[in-house]
C-alpha cells in the first residue's frame, strides 16, 4: 500500500515548525506507525536529509516512549492502544496520515516529534514512591489485603506513563495518570502510611504544571493502559482526606 505522510518538523524549542510531506510507498497493512516512520526516515536519510526525530523503545506497549499524534489523535486511530501497537491496516491504501508530537503546554517540543515530559517525572518524584525500614523481611501474611484489593490495586499501576491523558485533556490535565498513582499506592497499606503527605505532595506539584480537570473524558479513551475514568476522583478524595486526616 501507498501512504501520503505528513511529519511535523521543527529544528529546536524556539523553532518555526512545519509539515513534510513525502509518499511512501511498499508498506504493509501489518506494518505499525513507528514502523512507517522508520519507512520514512529511511528514505528521507537516501535522498541526504535529516531523519526525524522521535521517541521509542520497547515497542511492546510497556514503556510509554512512543508518545505521537496521529490524525490529530493522541497515540492513534485506535483507542486505548499506544503507537507502537497501532497498524497500518487502520488507514486505506492512499491515504493521508498526519504525524505530529504531543501537543500541550507541559510538554514543550525538543525537536521534530519529541517532547520533554519531565513534568510528569517531577509529579511522581515529588510523592510517588514509598519510605520503609528495610530491615528483616516480614512474613507474607503479616498485612493482609483482600484479593480485590490486589487487583484494584494492580489495575491502577498499569499505568505506563506515556503522558497521552495530558496531550488529549482541553486543558492539559494530569488527573487520570495522577489519580492512578494516588489510587494504587492508597490501596496498600505500607505506602499508604504516607498516604496524605504523598497526596499534598504530589498535588502541590501537579498544580503547578498541569491545568484543572472539566470531566472531558478523552484522557481514558487515548490511555494505552485502559485506566479507568473514575481513577480522577482519587484526586479530590486524597486531596479532601489529605486536609481533614493530615498524615
Given at each position: 500500500?501507498?501512504?501520503?505522510?505528513?511529519?511535523?518538523?521543527?529544528?529546536?524549542?524556539?523553532?518555526?515548525?512545519?509539515?513534510?510531506?513525502?509518499?511512501?510507498?511498499?508498506?504493509?497493512?501489518?506494518?505499525?506507525?513507528?514502523?512507517?516512520?522508520?519507512?520514512?526516515?529511511?528514505?528521507?536519510?537516501?535522498?541526504?536529509?535529516?531523519?526525524?526525530?522521535?521517541?521509542?523503545?520497547?515497542?511492546?506497549?510497556?514503556?510509554?516512549?512512543?508518545?505521537?499524534?496521529?490524525?490529530?489523535?493522541?497515540?492513534?486511530?485506535?483507542?486505548?492502544?499506544?503507537?507502537?501497537?497501532?497498524?497500518?491496516?487502520?488507514?486505506?491504501?492512499?491515504?493521508?496520515?498526519?504525524?505530529?508530537?504531543?501537543?500541550?503546554?507541559?510538554?514543550?517540543?525538543?525537536?521534530?516529534?519529541?517532547?520533554?515530559?519531565?513534568?510528569?517525572?517531577?509529579?511522581?518524584?515529588?510523592?510517588?514512591?514509598?519510605?520503609?525500614?528495610?530491615?528483616?523481611?516480614?512474613?507474607?501474611?503479616?498485612?493482609?489485603?483482600?484479593?480485590?484489593?490486589?487487583?484494584?490495586?494492580?489495575?491502577?499501576a498499569a499505568c505506563i506513563g506515556c503522558g497521552a491523558c495530558v496531550a488529549a485533556c482541553p486543558n492539559g490535565s494530569a488527573n487520570l495518570y495522577l489519580g492512578?498513582?494516588?489510587?494504587?499506592?492508597?490501596?496498600?497499606?505500607?505506602?499508604?502510611?504516607?498516604?496524605?503527605?504523598?497526596?499534598?505532595?504530589?498535588?502541590?506539584?501537579?498544580?503547578?504544571?498541569?491545568?484543572?480537570?472539566?470531566?472531558?473524558?478523552?484522557?481514558?479513551?487515548?490511555?494505552?493502559?485502559?485506566?479507568?475514568?473514575?481513577?480522577?476522583?482519587?484526586?479530590?478524595?486524597?486531596?479532601?482526606?489529605?486536609?481533614?486526616?493530615?498524615?
Amino acid at each position: 500500500m501507498k501512504l501520503t505522510v505528513r511529519v511535523w518538523r521543527q529544528d529546536g524549542p524556539l523553532g518555526e515548525g512545519r509539515f513534510d510531506t513525502r509518499e511512501v510507498d511498499g508498506v504493509e497493512p501489518s506494518m505499525s506507525v513507528l514502523e512507517l516512520l522508520d519507512r520514512y526516515n529511511h528514505e528521507v536519510v537516501t535522498s541526504g536529509g535529516e531523519p526525524v526525530v522521535f521517541e521509542s523503545d520497547c515497542r511492546e506497549g510497556i514503556c510509554g516512549a512512543c508518545g505521537i499524534v496521529v490524525n490529530g489523535r493522541p497515540h492513534g486511530p485506535v483507542k486505548r492502544t499506544p503507537a507502537c501497537h497501532q497498524r497500518l491496516n487502520s488507514f486505506d491504501d492512499g491515504a493521508t496520515v498526519t504525524i505530529e508530537p504531543f501537543r500541550a503546554g507541559p510538554y514543550p517540543i525538543i525537536r521534530d516529534l519529541m517532547v520533554e515530559r519531565g513534568a510528569l517525572t517531577e509529579v511522581l518524584q515529588a510523592g510517588g514512591h514509598v519510605h520503609v525500614a528495610a530491615g528483616t523481611a516480614p512474613d507474607a501474611d503479616a498485612d493482609r489485603i483482600t484479593f480485590d484489593t490486589a487487583e484494584q490495586a494492580l489495575d491502577f499501576a498499569a499505568c505506563i506513563g506515556c503522558g497521552a491523558c495530558v496531550a488529549a485533556c482541553p486543558n492539559g490535565s494530569a488527573n487520570l495518570y495522577l489519580g492512578a498513582k494516588l489510587a494504587h499506592l492508597s490501596a496498600l497499606p505500607i505506602p499508604a502510611s504516607e498516604r496524605g503527605s504523598r497526596a499534598r505532595a504530589m498535588l502541590n506539584e501537579a498544580d503547578l504544571m498541569f491545568g484543572p480537570c472539566s470531566l472531558h473524558g478523552e484522557c481514558a479513551e487515548v490511555c494505552p493502559a485502559d485506566i479507568p475514568l473514575v481513577a480522577v476522583s482519587y484526586v479530590n478524595r486524597e486531596r479532601l482526606r489529605a486536609g481533614i486526616a493530615g498524615s
